[in-house]
């Protein structure tokens, strides 16, 4: 089998599968915003601490506002954001473990505060159809479940 033929992929979108998540998120972050702006640039009058602190909210955030796109091949984690691609192989991951939301890829054998930076988050679909067999083929890849 080639490394090409996918053993598995499908998508997440969290803004569309969590509707009344996204609602709430929507409004903590419009009231946020307005905070910055009033602080910054109507107090302060810093419009480039205003960009700073919109890019420091809104970065960390993205992955939730667009789709993702998960391909497992023979080899390969491929992750395809709107414009970014992610292709990491297995063995560059130590260890993995699972919460109701997805499975997460750490780069120690053992798992790390620091497999949020270093790791790969792999997030499940709202039907989760894909969660058995993924766990399944990370289990064969990667092993060392936690």
């Known amino acids: 089998m080639s490394n090409k033929e996918p053993l598995l992929e499908w998508e997440s979108f969290p ?17 946020i915003i ?5 602080i910054t640039i109507k107090i302060w009058e810093m419009p480039l ?14 992955p939730y506002f667009i789709p993702t796109r998960y391909i497992l091949c023979e080899y390969t984690i491929t992750v395809i954001y709107l414009f970014i691609k992610i292709e990491r192989r297995y063995s560059d ?6 919460d109701k939301k997805g499975v997460m890829l750490g780069t120690f054998k053992m798992p ?5 930076y270093r790791g790969q988050s792999l997030r499940f679909s709202k039907d989760k159809k894909e969660k058995d067999r993924l766990l399944r083929i990370i289990e064969d890849k990667i092993g060392n479940r936690y």
């Open 15 to 31: 803004l569309i599968e969590n509707t009344l998540r996204s609602i709430l998120l929507v409004m903590v972050l419009v009231v």
């Open 34 to 38: 307005s905070i910055l702006w009033i």
């Open 49 to 62: 601490l205003y960009l700073l602190g919109l890019l420091f909210l809104i970065l960390p955030l993205l």
């Open 93 to 98: 991951f130590g260890c993995h473990y699972a």
């Open 112 to 116: 790390r505060w620091l497999d949020g």
